[in-house]
């Protein structure tokens, strides 16, 4: 199975060099559209016979390997960094922005990768593998996987490096899933991806921090643990 999970590896080289580039706060940020970029790219190009592995190659090695493969565990994988955003503010981990401001870049990020994608699926009505409908490119799951991952990977990056991968781990799953259920071709989540991360990275380079919030400071959910008990324990701080 490991061709149909290779742009996986394709994402995760790309975001971890995003990563070590945008260290260095004097280059811009130009670094930072270059995973969008190159998967969108390539994403155009590689259908039919073209690259490889190109939608085809993928295809045919899923319709060989994993014909009958179906689960639905993508459509809650898909919200998985986003789940996390908060989870971690629940713990109190410091992060770019409040809970407040988070919601809002979930929305605006949110409407438009919603906007691109579906605006893509009506013009260019491109079939799915199964033949199920016309709405295959771009993938949105992997799109909004890869938009929460985005947001993830901009609130927690100053943390922990394995944040930001487990949240493009979790989206890069998504992808992989949507092509072995035989719902997309490989080109789609490839598209679906950049457009995401790039939805995202616009909405934060954008976004002016209007509304402040007090959570981060008077709020957090502590493990609370004792001699025959265990669990969480939610502190605030009036």
């Not at 771009?138 to 490096?161: M, W």
């Not at 991968?165 to 789609?188: E, L, P």
């Not at 919030?213 to 025959?228: E, F, Y």
């Amino acid at each position: 199975m490991k061709n149909i999970f290779i742009y996986q590896l394709i994402i995760g080289c790309l975001i971890f060099t995003q990563k070590t580039y945008s260290q260095d706060s004097s280059r811009f940020r130009v670094v930072e559209y270059m995973a969008p970029a190159v998967l969108i790219s390539y994403g155009l190009w590689c259908t039919n016979d073209n690259g490889f592995p190109s939608s085809k190659y993928v295809q045919n090695f899923r319709n060989d390997h994993i014909p009958n493969f179906n689960t639905s565990i993508d459509d809650y994988l898909v919200f998985a960094p986003a789940v996390a955003v908060y989870a971690l503010d629940l713990f109190n981990v410091e992060s770019k922005n409040d809970p407040l401001n988070q919601t809002i870049l979930f929305a605006k990020t949110s409407a438009i990768t919603l906007a691109t994608v579906y605006g893509l699926k009506y013009l260019t009505n491109e079939a799915r593998p199964d033949q199920s409908n016309n709405f295959s490119f771009p993938s949105s799951h992997t799109a909004f996987a890869f938009a929460y991952a985005t947001v993830l990977h901009q609130e927690f990056k100053h943390q922990n490096i394995w944040i930001s991968i487990a949240g493009y781990a979790a989206a890069s799953a998504v992808g992989a899933i949507r092509i072995a259920n035989n719902a997309h071709w490989f080109n789609d989540v490839l598209v679906g991806a950049g457009i995401g991360i790039l939805s995202t990275k616009l909405v934060y380079l954008t976004h002016q921090q209007t509304y402040k919030s007090n959570w981060p400071k008077k709020s957090a959910l502590l493990p609370n643990i004792g001699n025959q008990y265990y669990g969480l324990m939610w502190q605030h701080t009036f």
